[in-house]
């Protein structure tokens, strides 16, 4: 039998703290996510200043909106705010009109192979070259590899065509298999 200190300081008993507007609760968020959900704006916004801001407001959607959060097991919490943190990126995205999507480009990505294994990458390197894809490709890229949506839902939910999201998924991963052989290739893995 658990006592409802060992209760309160589990997922559900913080979230219960934190709809009754408990500071200290809130903190308590804030200080067990913040460097996850940071990781998540950095991966859409490139601009450290204003990956903060989108986090900070990502924050203020999380509190605002917690009693419409419905537990569905282990991890959920982190699950719902990770969503609001990826379409408070994609409203700022949207707002700085920086989504543009690029049309023909002279490569053929649409033949692109898988791309060269990644063994011997460090994951830093990896991300900074998907932070300097261009902002449409990093948005498919992330959404379709990280949030695991579909073209489909990716399409929904910008509002461009399902060809387009595969199209910029494609080219994406072109790019990034070019700039891992070359850095394969610099480094002697």
């Known amino acids: 039998?658990?006592?409802?200190?060992?209760?309160?300081?589990?997922?559900?008993?913080?979230?219960?703290?934190v709809r009754s507007r408990d500071s200290?609760?809130?903190?308590?968020?804030?200080?067990?996510?913040?460097?996850?959900l940071a990781g998540v704006c950095s991966r859409y916004i490139t601009d450290r200043d204003d990956a903060k801001d989108v986090l900070q407001d990502s924050f203020i959607k999380i509190f605002s909106s917690i009693d419409r959060f419905r537990p569905e097991g282990a991890g959920s919490l982190r699950a719902w705010m990770r969503r609001i943190t990826v379409n408070e990126c994609l409203k700022f995205l949207r707002r700085g009109n920086r989504l543009k999507y690029v049309g023909d480009l002279p490569d053929r990505a649409d033949e692109a192979d898988d791309g060269p294994p990644l063994d011997g990458?460090?994951?830093?390197?990896?991300?900074?070259?998907?932070?300097?894809l261009p902002d449409g490709y990093r948005t498919v890229f992330n959404l379709f590899v990280f949030e695991e949506m579909s073209h489909r839902e990716i399409a929904e939910l910008l509002g461009i065509k399902e060809n387009t999201s595969a199209s910029q998924y494609l080219r994406a991963r072109a790019r990034l298999a070019a700039e891992i052989k070359e850095y394969k290739r610099r480094h002697g893995l």
């Open 24 to 36: 200290s609760a809130m903190r308590e968020l804030y200080d067990r996510h913040a460097g996850f």
């Open 121 to 132: 990458m460090p994951p830093e390197a990896v991300q900074k070259m998907i932070r300097r």
């Open 1 to 17: 039998m658990t006592t409802g200190q060992e209760n309160s300081s589990g997922e559900s008993g913080l979230v219960a703290r």
